[in-house]
């Protein structure tokens, strides 16, 4: 599966509607981001059951500050309707693969008394 175009008409039902949801928060002009496109392309293409999605800060102002997002690219993390994760900086690709298992192994019905 290619990423996903996410804005302020799909984003929350994106989120919300979906198991494991990567974020990717990007602009036109950052270097970072251009590096990063290509990592996380691969990314959405080996893991198919995953939701990728992309937000062009700049196309989508309102979104990147309800998300509070102060730099790009920032990658968030949502797991059944909830954040999980949530940080600025391009990855490699290896350490990308790695916060996928992350996310993959946690399990968001265990109680906070365990």
Known sequence: MATTTL???NFETTINGNELVFVDFWATWCGPCKAFGPVYEKASE???DIVFGKVDIDQNQ???AAAEIQAVPTLM???KGQIIFKQAG???SSDLDELIEKAR???MNASAQD
Do not use: F, G, Q, W
């Open 7 to 9: 804005d302020a008409k």
């Open 46 to 48: 080996a893991n198919p």
């Open 62 to 64: 309102e979104l990147a």
């Open 77 to 79: 993390i949502a797991k």
């Open 90 to 92: 391009a990855l490699r």
């Open 105 to 107: 192994e946690i399990d």
